[in-house]
């Protein structure tokens, strides 16, 4: 039972437009979401949260939105550019009861220059 | 301050034989997670050690096993090795267990058995 969904395995978007990743999840306990990017041979490093009291986080060109009556997130990008590209992790915790996080499948981005 | 690190890197088994995985965490980190990283179904958790104790765990079968040390460090093992066992392995530390925001990965140790 995949709790966490990204059914996109793969993103190809032009440098410098906007890249948009998709996360859908299925367990209404879940209450904070956080976005992993990985390089080839490297582990996944950490990007941006946000908690389920909120709908929007910004860090510089990261944005992400949440949306709780949908059980959607996304990430956007912009402007992309090249060294974005990687695979992108979706994943969501909770901090009652079983605080092991969920990672979705990931999605390849790739920046085309 | 250096990173999580992981060896080996690259390993290649025969099924039916074990492996133990080594993980160093973070100079301070306390809390050390196991990842396994499979095409199709991203991260999957495999366990959490803090302070010794393993404190959570996922659902995988009694053939995976980890402890940690004193100094944090932490090993898994994956007995009786089954061709599905082929996967990337990552482990994460963090200062506080169960936070995933705080989770620093190493670079991963590569499984394959043939």
């Known amino acids: 039972d995949q709790q966490v969904k990204q059914n996109s395995p793969s993103l190809s978007v032009q440098e410098g437009r906007i890249s948009i990743l998709n996360c859908d999840y299925t367990?209404?306990?879940?209450?904070?979401f956080l976005w992993y990017k990985k390089y080839p041979a490297e582990g996944p490093t950490f990007l941006i949260s946000?908690?389920?009291?909120?709908d929007k986080n910004e860090d510089g060109r990261f944005t992400v939105f949440l949306n709780k009556s949908a059980k959607h997130l996304s990430l956007h990008i912009v402007p992309s550019q090249p060294g974005d590209s990687a695979v992108y992790f979706c994943?969501?915790?909770?901090?009652?009861?079983?605080?092991?996080?969920?990672f979705g499948t990931g999605t390849r981005l790739t920046i085309i220059p | 301050k250096a990173g999580v690190t992981q060896t080996p890197r690259y390993l290649i088994k025969t099924r039916g034989q074990q492996v133990t995985l080594s993980c160093s965490p973070i100079?301070?980190?306390?809390?050390v997670s196991w990842y396994q990283q499979t095409p199709g179904q991203g991260l999957q958790f495999l366990f959490e050690?803090?302070?010794?104790?393993?404190?959570n765990k996922g659902n995988f079968p009694g053939r995976f096993s980890g402890r940690q040390f004193s100094n944090s460090r932490s090993e898994m093992n994956v007995s009786t090795l089954e061709l599905g066992d082929s996967a990337l392995y990552l482990c994460?530390?963090?200062?506080?267990?169960?936070?995933?925001?705080?989770?620093?990965f190493g670079p991963g140790t590569r499984l394959t058995v043939t």
């Open positions: 100079s301070g980190h306390r809390s």
């Open positions: 994943a969501a915790g909770s901090n009652f009861g079983n605080e092991k996080l969920t």
């Open positions: 994460a530390s963090s200062s506080i267990p169960g936070q995933g925001r705080e989770q620093y």
């Open positions: 946000i908690s389920s009291i909120k």
């Open positions: 367990n209404s306990m879940f209450d904070y």
């Open positions: 050690y803090f302070s010794e104790t393993q404190r």
